[in-house]
């Protein structure tokens, strides 16, 4: 069954730094999301993607956050300068019918 | 607009049922349910339509009533396997694609 892939599985990052989440969505999907949920929480909208660019973003997603569709198969997230509260699991998912999420990162700003 | 899902929590014995369900308070064009378990990912379940259809998949099953906004997930003779955390993620009538999920519902089956 085809999946979604997401890199790193786990990161770990200092306040302020940059970090970029990698996803690989199933091929011959067009819609692409970023959710995230922070421990034991409900899952968050970020953005949504398509036709490369952004079709639609929460007010979480702000000026600090990136996505890119750089070759047509990657998707990333970027967090520009990470604060503690950016501290979640990160999903990925692609959409034909339900939505596939990737199995996440795990991101930790210490 | 977050949709509420009630209950909170449900602890079940094999083979017993439960419901969960999942209330709107905008129009909605879609409902979704996922089951995540801890540690993992959401697994997509079922995608039910307005048109108030009511859809199956092994032993469980939704409904979705268009007028009310509000889906329910039926899971019969439950298995060890179902323990996971459910939500509900509603698409409004604008159909943007856009998923905003519930809070969940965990559901635990003891042996």
């Known amino acids: 069954e085809p999946e979604v892939t997401q890199t790193p599985s786990h990161q770990v990052t200092q306040m302020g730094q940059e970090v970029i989440l990698r996803c690989v969505p199933i091929?011959?999907?067009?819609?692409f999301y970023w959710y995230r949920q922070i421990l034991g929480q409900k899952v968050e909208f970020l953005v949504s993607?398509?036709?490369?660019?952004?079709?639609?973003k929460s007010e979480i997603f702000d000026d600090q956050f990136s996505v890119e569709r750089p070759d047509g198969s990657n998707f990333t997230l970027k967090i520009r300068s990470t604060k503690l509260e950016d501290s979640a699991m990160y999903f990925c998912?692609?959409?034909?019918?339900?939505?596939?999420f990737g199995s996440g990162t795990r991101l930790t700003v210490v | 607009q977050q949709p509420v899902q009630s209950p909170q929590a449900v602890i079940l014995r094999e083979g017993e049922d439960a419901v969960i369900n999942c209330s709107s308070s905008?129009?909605?064009?879609?409902v979704h349910w996922y089951r995540q378990k801890h540690g993992e990912a959401p697994v997509f379940l079922m995608i039910?339509?307005?048109?108030?259809e009511q859809k199956g998949h092994e032993k469980i099953s939704a409904s979705f009533n268009e007028k009310k906004q509000q889906s329910s997930l039926y899971l019969t003779a439950s298995q060890l396997s179902y323990s996971g955390t459910y939500f509900c993620?509603?698409?409004?009538?604008?159909?943007?694609?856009?998923?905003?999920f519930g809070q969940g519902t965990t559901l635990q089956v003891k042996p």
């Open positions: 998912a692609s959409q034909s019918y339900g939505y596939t």
């Open positions: 091929s011959n999907h067009l819609y």
């Open positions: 993607f398509y036709n490369n660019e952004i079709s639609e």
């Open positions: 905008k129009a909605l064009y879609s």
């Open positions: 039910l339509l307005k048109g108030g």
């Open positions: 993620g509603t698409v409004g009538s604008g159909n943007t694609g856009k998923l905003i």
